[in-house]
């Protein structure tokens, strides 16, 4: 399986990792089949996300993408942060195998659901803003 440099330098100096003690929303997203585990941190300061953290237990694609879409929502909008895909992801780090990309769908999940945690901490039910998380569904095992 050959991945992007963009891939590479996030598994290998991933960004944003850790945890936030105090978060205003945490999120975590899993999948079984292919045993990638995400947990998203994100703290929220007038409607924009200052800090985002996360811990990801899976393949180096599951590390990256979730480095990435740190990278991509912090200092955004929950608005802006909320229209992030994992098409996106993928783009920003410049491609990614086929049976892979399920890894970037967990990382927008992830993120979803952090926000997702923060409306409801906020007493606002977030399933009409944000929708049915669900599972991944495109998950073919990390090989």
Known sequence: MIY??????????PRNVGEIADADGVGEVGNAKCGDI????????????????????GCGAAIATSSMATELIKGKTIDEALKLTNRAVVEALEGLPPAKLHCSVLA??????????????????????????GDCDDCQGCQ
Do not use: C, R, W
């Open 4 to 13: 992007s440099e963009k891939v590479m330098d996030h598994f290998t100096n």
């Open 38 to 57: 995400m947990k998203m941190y994100i703290k929220v300061d007038g409607g924009v996300i200052s800090d985002v953290k996360f811990k990801t237990f």
């Open 108 to 133: 927008e999940q992830a993120m979803k659901s952090a926000i997702a945690d923060y409306y409801k901490k906020q007493g606002i039910d977030p399933t009409p803003i944000i929708g049915d998380l």
